[in-house]
């Protein structure tokens, strides 16, 4: 399944692109039925490259992830390698690609989440994790615009 979010942030790329791999998450917003608040984004090892780690941190837990791809500041693409959230057991890949493309109005960003769920009813299980996979990106965009404008 696959999750595509998108928005404008009057931003430039460059301005935008440091959010992506650094950033904490500071806005109100609310979150209910177990889905995990963002807290910050970080790159352990301070380099972004094909290769590096890339952690999300929530209120529930850490996602650690592997960048596959890197193209400052346009294109960049992560897989997870290993969680510690309580969903991690139903989940058998989770893929993530963020494009940027500049407008007349400043920054287009989009977020597409693929998601593969495992074990019993795994397609009931992706259509929930839509659902709280969609107020995340709309979270985290509420952020970055909020650090970037």
Known sequence: ?????????????????????NSQMTAPGYFCLGVPRPVACELPGAAGRVGAERRCISDRGTVTQVITDWQPPH?????????????GRCVDSIEEEFKLETTPFGTQITRVTSI?????????????????????HLFVFKNWRSQAE
Do not use: N, Q
């Open 1 to 21: 399944m696959k999750i595509r979010t998108s928005t404008v942030i009057r931003a430039s790329c460059d301005r935008l692109w440091p959010l992506l791999t």
């Open 75 to 87: 294109l960049l693409r992560f897989r997870m390698v290993s969680t510690d959230h309580s969903w």
């Open 116 to 136: 593969t769920a495992r074990g019993f009813l795994p397609s009931v299980k992706e259509g929930l994790f839509y659902f709280g996979l969609k107020r995340v």
